[in-house]
T-cell receptor, first 110, second 113 residues
Framework: ELKVEQNPLFLSMQEGKNYTIYCNYS?????LYWYRQDPGKSLESLFV?????AVKQEGRLMASLDTKARLSTLHITAAVHDLSATYFC??????????FGTGTQLKVEL | DAGITQSPRYKITETGRQVTLMCHQT?????MFWYRQDLGHGLRLIYY???????DKGEVPDGYVVSRSKTENFPLTLESATRSQTSVYFC????????????FGQGTRLTVV
């Protein structure tokens, strides 16, 4: 059974600071996703990571994947208030079924 | 409208009642999914469907029934609602293949009283 652990659960940080969210998973997978969710909203796709060593960047967010360690990271550079949201990683299994981490609620203080 | 839509957006129902959540997508995606979101659990898969008339259980299927007679629709029915089924429900769809992503509906907030 695929298990996905995400940490931290809560993250309060100041604007301008850097931080990393971690996502560990238990069995081999060929795809890992990062999503953003604003309060009361749906999930917005941020990144799809397909191979070992994959790195993708969009603005202040950078995601990476190490399939050997079964670890993905979402790095936030120089955080701004607009990044406040909940971030989920999700690992794909057969049939495109996703197993989600518990989410990281990020609050960036002005 | 193009995309994936869920209805209703909000629903309050009583314990023991049957309730159906609707999901409609316009892309003709073969895969469709139902997830529930609860604090501390992230999203968990309830049921999924690989094509019309093909459905299978996910991680938390108990108390739910699905059907998929048409590719574009994937309703989720709570046969006898319980308070533990109070949650936010998301429908999603995708195409098969490795370099694909799932697209999520807006969600249905269900409260069982």
């Amino acid at each position: 059974e695929l298990k996905v652990e995400q940490n931290p659960l809560f993250l309060s940080m100041q604007e301008g600071k850097n931080y990393t969210i971690y996502c560990n998973y238990s069995t081999t997978s060929d795809r890992l996703y990062w999503y953003r969710q604003d309060p009361g909203k749906s999930l917005e796709s941020l990144f799809v990571l397909l191979s070992n060593g994959a790195v993708k960047q969009e603005g202040r967010l950078m995601a990476s994947l190490d399939t050997k360690a079964r670890l993905s990271t979402l790095h936030i550079t120089a955080a701004v208030h607009d990044l406040s949201a909940t971030y989920f990683c999700a690992v794909a299994g057969g049939g495109n079924k996703l197993t989600f981490g518990t989410g990281t609620q990020l609050k960036v203080e002005l | 409208d193009a995309g994936i839509t869920q209805s209703p957006r909000y629903k309050i129902t009583e314990t023991g009642r049957q309730v159906t959540l609707m999901c409609h997508q316009t892309w003709s995606h073969s895969y469709m999914f139902w997830y529930r979101q609860d604090l501390g659990h992230g999203l968990r898969l309830i049921y999924y469907s690989a094509a019309a008339d093909i459905t299978d259980k996910g991680e938390v299927p108990d108390g739910y029934v699905v059907s998929r007679s048409k590719t574009e629709n994937f309703p989720l029915t709570l046969e006898s609602a319980t308070r533990s089924q109070t949650s936010v429900y998301f429908c999603a769809s995708s195409v098969p293949g490795p370099n694909t992503e799932a697209f999520f509906g807006q969600g249905t907030r269900l409260t069982v009283v």
